[in-house]
């Protein structure tokens, strides 16, 4: 069975449209997070979520919307499409948080990759 | 967030060990070291962690300097699967800034 899955693979799109990556974790996590990797190679995480608790990194355009329907599932929602949102985005989960040391590890989904022309 | 610094790229001879080594100066008493390898088209998979001792698990060896400046990832004898883009990273509290530098590019030569 696949820890964490996303749809689709691979997106390609019109600039300014609409479109959703979905991620699910079969792991019973509470943290659910999700990265851009650039083409640069530079990964970066973009949101964590824990817990119905959003926490956003600032960087962030607005355009990007996170949102999870339960603790299993974060689907990353973005509008207005960009040239610059180019990239493969991965979806990621892991125990806790961390907080409280310890730092779980995460688990990475495979991946979407999303070209906008 | 402390930074890491890391060789773009090594190579190793296959069923040889591996060390692929970490640079952290800034590093705060708190962070912890994580190491990470991603192979090709795939997501990043976790491979070790640690914050003041030496670690050890089925996948790879940890060493961790005293000052807690530098940290080298062991692989004890490198197979073709592990050739794989290998990030260390520092975390406190949590993953929520971090971000994965370019890495360490291992080449493994059968």
């Known amino acids: 069975d696949t820890a964490v899955s996303q749809t689709p693979k691979y997106l390609v799109t019109q600039m300014g449209n609409d479109k959703s990556i979905k991620c699910e974790q079969n792991?019973?996590?509470?943290?659910m997070y999700w990265y851009k990797q650039d083409s640069k190679k530079f990964l970066k995480i973009m949101f964590s979520y824990n817990n119905k608790e959003l926490i956003i990194n600032e960087t962030v355009p607005n355009r990007f919307s996170p949102k999870s329907p339960d603790k299993a599932h974060l689907n990353l929602h973005i509008n207005s499409l960009e040239l610059g949102d180019s990239a493969v985005y991965f979806c990621a989960s892991s125990r806790s948080m961390g907080l409280a040391g310890g730092e779980d590890e995460q688990f990475f989904g495979p991946g979407t990759r999303l070209t906008v022309l | 967030d402390a930074k890491t610094t890391q060789p773009n790229s090594m190579e190793s001879n296959e069923e040889e060990p591996v060390h692929l080594p970490c640079n952290h100066s800034t590093i705060s008493g708190t962070d912890y070291i994580h190491w990470y390898r991603q192979l090709p088209s795939q997501g990043p998979e976790y491979v070790i962690h640690g914050l003041t001792s030496n670690v050890n698990n089925r996948m790879a060896s940890l060493a961790i300097a005293e000052d807690r400046k530098s940290s080298t990832l062991i692989l004890h004898r490198a197979t073709l699967r592990d050739a794989a883009v290998y990030y260390c990273i520092l975390t406190t509290g949590g993953y929520q800034k971090v971000t994965f530098g370019i890495g360490t590019k291992l080449q493994v030569i059968p």
């Open positions: 792991l019973g996590h509470d943290t």
